[in-house]
């Protein structure tokens, strides 16, 4: 089948591997990830007036999604363990949703991409939020965890629909 796509995580027998990336020149990359977390509109305006029983629920979502994009090769066994250039967590109320909507940004300079560190984050920072919120509100929901947008590296820019 012409143009078809092979998985670069398994090897001629089908087990698992860890792509190797030596022969690829370092280039400036940028992964950016967003999802969402959905919850009663009086949660919410708890969490935004600091009444929460755990603390600062942003702040903390926001250090943890940091911390987890800088342990990402920990956590998905075949991922590479990459120099982060930097990595954003940004936190915005959304009332619409009810809730919140995630978005972390994570820079490299390397021969493979951020993209699973820029998920990892989003996706801890989302668990953070619902972990600190679950004492008032079970019904808590993550939504949407799913790359926005990357660009460097062989297979250039990539953005989401509707991005």
Do not use: W
């Not at 509109?41 to 994009?69: F, H, N, S, W, Y």
């Amino acid at each position: 089948m012409a143009g078809k796509k092979e998985l670069t995580h398994l090897g001629g027998g089908g087990e698992a591997r860890m792509v190797d990336v030596s022969a690829k020149v370092a280039t400036d990359r940028v992964a950016v990830a967003e999802g969402h977390v959905v919850m009663q509109k009086t949660t919410l305006a708890q969490v935004i007036e600091g009444d929460a029983k755990k603390g600062d629920v942003l702040g903390a979502a926001r250090i943890a999604g940091i911390m987890a994009a800088k342990k990402t090769h920990e956590l998905v066994p075949l991922c590479h363990p990459l120099l982060l250039s930097n990595v954003t967590v940004d936190i915005v109320p959304a009332a619409d949703l009810p809730g919140f909507v995630v978005r972390a940004s994570v820079k490299v300079t390397g021969q493979t991409g951020a993209e699973m560190e820029a998920l990892t984050a989003v996706s801890v920072a989302c668990l953070t939020i619902y972990d600190m919120v679950k004492a008032i509100e079970r019904g808590t929901r993550i939504e949407g965890i799913h790359l926005l947008e990357k660009h460097g590296g062989k297979s250039g820019h990539y953005r989401a629909r509707g991005a």
